[in-house]
């Protein structure tokens, strides 16, 4: 059977998981923060949590737990104040209490939190924490449940507060944008990144498909057409050609290598490259839409300059 031979490592397996609202906030907040794409983060969590079962399983069977020493996982957690929503770093490490139940890979430890008290870094005004940190097996996180609770009364400016959902910076009050002006750059970087090369391959995908079409065909019927971009040539006999600049709306401009003999050729491609990187946009918000929203996408321009 012809095709393209398999990789040793690809990966054909597809699983479809469920998440919650604050799961897929995680989730993308941590993409958005690393620059790991979300099915990497969920191959690296795996991996993590695969290592620390192997290892208890070997210390089973080796018969002396003491010979082993494992990395308890760490009570340090990033949470929201509820008045300005700045982001505050608490230690839970000698709050609440300790307690342990025997299961399957060993002991499972809960970590339980009551009214841990907190002050705001930013604000200054007081909030407590309660909850509870599961680890299982020892090493491994397993879940967890934190909710923190202002002490004071929330005003109404407070309850209306919309924040960046990457940053958590405050926003104006009515902003539609669930984005603030530096995350919404950083958003936009990101599309042009993935839809300059993807453009790019697509119009040089389809221009290649175009021509072994026709070529294939013969000049018996060669007025059939595809649905790629096959420029027509308009005959100019100046002996001059025209290239095309694309610019992006990050700003940056790509004088791409394509060599026409007319500038209506030129535009034609230019076009067929703008829609190309639509169909790119459409792709990547299907296969992502948290990171790729469709209101972030903007389409490129470009100039048609003539060249010697």
């Known amino acids: 059977m012809l095709g ?7 990966r054909e397996k597809q699983y479809r998981i469920r998440l919650n609202d604050k799961e897929d906030e995680m989730l993308t907040f941590a ?11 969920f191959r690296k969590a795996l991996q993590e949590y695969c290592e620390k079962v192997k290892l208890h ?7 002396d737990d003491t010979t ?11 949470v929201e104040c509820p008045y300005c929503k700045a982001k505050n770093r608490i230690d839970l490490e000698d709050e609440g209490t300790v307690s342990t139940s025997e299961r399957q ?3 499972e430890v809960l970590y339980e939190f009551e009214n841990v008290e907190c002050q705001c870094h930013s604000c200054g005004r007081a909030f407590t924490v309660s909850g509870y940190i599961s680890e299982y097996p020892i090493g491994a996180f397993n879940a967890e449940s934190l909710k923190v609770t202002p002490t004071e009364p929330l005003t109404d400016e407070v309850k209306h507060l919309i924040v960046c959902r990457d940053c958590g910076a405050v926003l104006e009050v009515g902003a539609k944008q669930k984005l603030c002006p530096d995350c919404r ?3 936009k970087a990101k599309w042009m990144k993935r839809l300059k090369g993807g453009a790019k391959i697509v119009g040089i995908i389809g221009v290649a498909v175009g ?3 026709l070529a294939t065909k013969g000049t018996n019927d060669s007025d059939e057409s595809t649905d790629d971009f096959e420029p027509e040539s308009l005959g100019d006999d100046s002996g001059r050609k025209f290239k095309l600049l694309m610019k992006y ?8 290598d394509e060599l026409f003999d007319s500038e209506e050729e030129a535009k034609e491609y230019g076009n067929y490259m703008i829609s190309c990187s639509r169909e790119g946009a459409e792709t990547l918000y299907m296969s992502n839409p948290g990171d790729y929203p469709p209101e972030d996408y903007e389409d490129p321009d470009y100039e048609v300059i003539e060249t010697e």
Not at 4 to 10: A, G, L, N, Q, V
Not at 57 to 63: D, L
């Open 211 to 213: 021509a072994a079409y």
């Open 185 to 187: 750059e950083k958003r």
């Open 249 to 256: 709306p990050d700003g940056t401009e790509e004088e791409e």
């Open 4 to 10: 393209r031979p398999k990789k040793e490592d690809s």
């Open 68 to 78: 082993w020493e494992y990395d308890r996982i760490s009570l340090q957690r990033a």
């Open 105 to 107: 890979m060993g002991n």
């Open 31 to 41: 993409s958005n923060a690393t620059g790991v794409p979300k099915s990497e983060i």
């Open 57 to 63: 399983q070997a210390s089973e069977e080796i018969g």
